[in-house]
């Protein structure tokens, strides 16, 4: 099974770039066993799906974010980056990284995750 880790500030301004990295060892994001994705969970709400990449580097998004997100990869480094543009108080939330081996937008199906890391947008 793999392991993945995000990372990134914690602390982001409104109309400013969130960008998180998710750094994943046991596994290679170039196969075409997993689909890596980006969820997160407000305060008090429950998790949203945010969007994947896949083996070869397509990506989807949750339509309701797709105007301000864009998963990349850096290969060499085994990593998948967010980044989600004009935040605002709203994208305050613990962000996780996570893996399944389909490509779906169902939380419930990924079977490994990060351990989250919170972001809040505030002045």
């Known amino acids: 099974q793999v392991q993945l880790q995000e990372s990134g500030p914690g602390l982001v301004k409104p109309s400013q770039t969130l960008s998180l990295t998710c750094t994943v060892s046991?596994?290679?994001?170039?196969?075409?066993?997993?689909?890596w994705s980006w969820i997160r969970q407000p305060p008090g709400k429950g998790l949203e799906w945010i969007g994947y990449?896949?083996?070869?580097?397509?990506?989807y998004y949750s339509p309701s974010l797709k105007s301000r997100t864009s998963i990349s990869r850096d290969t060499s480094k085994n990593q998948f980056t967010l980044q989600l543009s004009s935040v605002t108080p709203e994208d305050t939330a613990v962000y996780y990284c996570?893996?399944?081996?389909?490509?779906?937008?169902?939380?419930?199906?990924?079977?490994?995750w990060g351990q989250g890391t919170q972001v809040t947008v505030s002045s």
């Open positions: 996570a893996s399944t081996g389909t490509q779906t937008n169902s939380i419930a199906t990924m079977d490994s």
């Open positions: 990449i896949v083996y070869s580097g397509s990506t």
């Open positions: 046991g596994g290679s994001i170039t196969t075409n066993e997993y689909v």
